[in-house]
């Protein structure tokens, strides 16, 4: 399931590149991301770097407005 809360769209740019399946995220949530990322444009692409990187400097707020703009992204099931 897709969503276009800015937090899923972040979550999905976090872990987009995740080295492998991760016991509470699921193999199938992780592969989800991937192939989200890599249906981007270039230009998506950039601003779902842009996102990860703000969060990775703890500006959780700013990597939220970034994702707003970032296509819809697999539903974070944790949540």
Request: glycine share 2%; with cysteine; aromatic share 4%.
């Given at each position: ?5 800015p ?7 976090l ?40 969060f990775e ?19 974070f099931?944790?949540?």
């Open positions: 399931m897709k969503s276009d809360d937090r899923d769209k972040l979550r999905a740019a872990n987009h590149d995740h080295p492998d399946a991760d016991r509470d995220l699921g193999a199938e949530y992780l592969a989800a991301c991937r192939e989200w990322y890599d249906a981007m444009a270039s230009s998506d692409k950039a601003m779902a770097d842009a996102a990860r990187d703000a400097k703890g500006d959780e707020k700013s990597a939220e407005l970034i994702a707003v703009v970032l296509p819809a992204a697999p539903r099931h944790l949540s």
